[in-house]
């Protein structure tokens, strides 16, 4: 079974600065997908990124990227000149490529930008 | 329509009762999930529709727990005997197929479910 680990249960920063949120996994799996979502006090899960194993390029969206480290089974998410719209849960997940349909998520980070 | 919609939003009940939990996907969506998400943790996977079928339902914590898609479109998550324990936000996504990391999930705003 696989199984997402999100160590750090809350951070802060200043807005406009960068912040880094981590990630580990377990798995067996060579092939997967793995994403950040962003969960808002209005409790919907939006996409902020995702990642396919075997693409060995970081995925980068906008003022979003991740550092993606297979063999350490890592995830990062750095968020550069954060805004207090990025103020939410963050949670890391993890989905096999081979019919599983299940998303496994971490347990979540508290991100909090402070004006 | 324009998102995955719940209903209801919030749902207080006492125990023993029986709830019934609404999720409306994305018009031609195939694919169906619910999630259940407990105070303080990620959401942790219940039920796995494709069109009218359950196509895993290995998620659900026990017996009391059932939930239907006779059209292949709404989907009703049902709740007997509700217990302290089932408090939680239980969330619905819609995929235009599967998930398999390929089509990604569009999740709903949740219910949140309080037994007391």
């Known amino acids: 079974a696989q199984t997402v680990t999100q160590s750090q249960p809350e951070m802060s920063v200043q807005e406009a600065e960068t912040v880094t949120l981590s990630c580990t996994y377990d798995?067996?799996?060579?092939?997967?997908?793995l994403f950040w979502y962003k969960q808002p006090p209005s409790r919907q899960m939006i996409l902020v990124i995702r990642?396919?194993?075997?693409?060995?390029q970081n995925a980068t969206e906008n003022r979003f990227s991740v550092n993606f480290q297979k063999a350490a089974k890592s995830f990062s998410l750095k968020i550069s000149d954060s805004q207090l719209g990025d103020t939410a849960m963050y949670f890391c997940?993890?989905?096999?490529?081979?019919?599983?349909?299940?998303?496994?998520f971490g347990t979540g980070t508290r991100l909090t930008i402070i004006p | 329509g324009a998102g995955v919609s719940q209903t209801p939003s919030n749902k207080v009940t006492e125990k023993g009762k029986y709830v019934e939990l609404r999720c409306d996907p994305i018009?031609?969506?195939?694919?169906l999930y619910w999630y259940r998400q407990s105070l303080g943790q990620g959401p942790e996977f219940l039920i796995y529709?494709?069109?009218?079928?359950?196509?895993?339902d290995s998620g659900l914590p026990n017996d009391r727990f059932f939930a239907v898609r006779p059209e292949g479109s709404v989907s009703t998550l049902k709740i007997q005997r509700t217990e302290r324990g089932d408090s939680a936000v239980y969330l619905c996504?819609?995929?235009?197929?599967?998930?398999?990391?390929?089509?990604?999930?569009?999740f709903g705003a949740g219910s949140r479910l309080t037994v007391l």
């Open positions: 996504a819609s995929s235009p197929q599967g998930a398999s990391g390929a089509n990604v999930l569009t």
């Open positions: 798995t067996s799996e060579s092939n997967y997908y």
């Open positions: 990642q396919e194993a075997y693409k060995q």
């Open positions: 997940a993890f989905i096999s490529n081979f019919g599983n349909e299940k998303l496994t």
């Open positions: 018009s031609g969506h195939t694919a």
């Open positions: 529709f494709q069109g009218t079928g359950a196509a895993d």
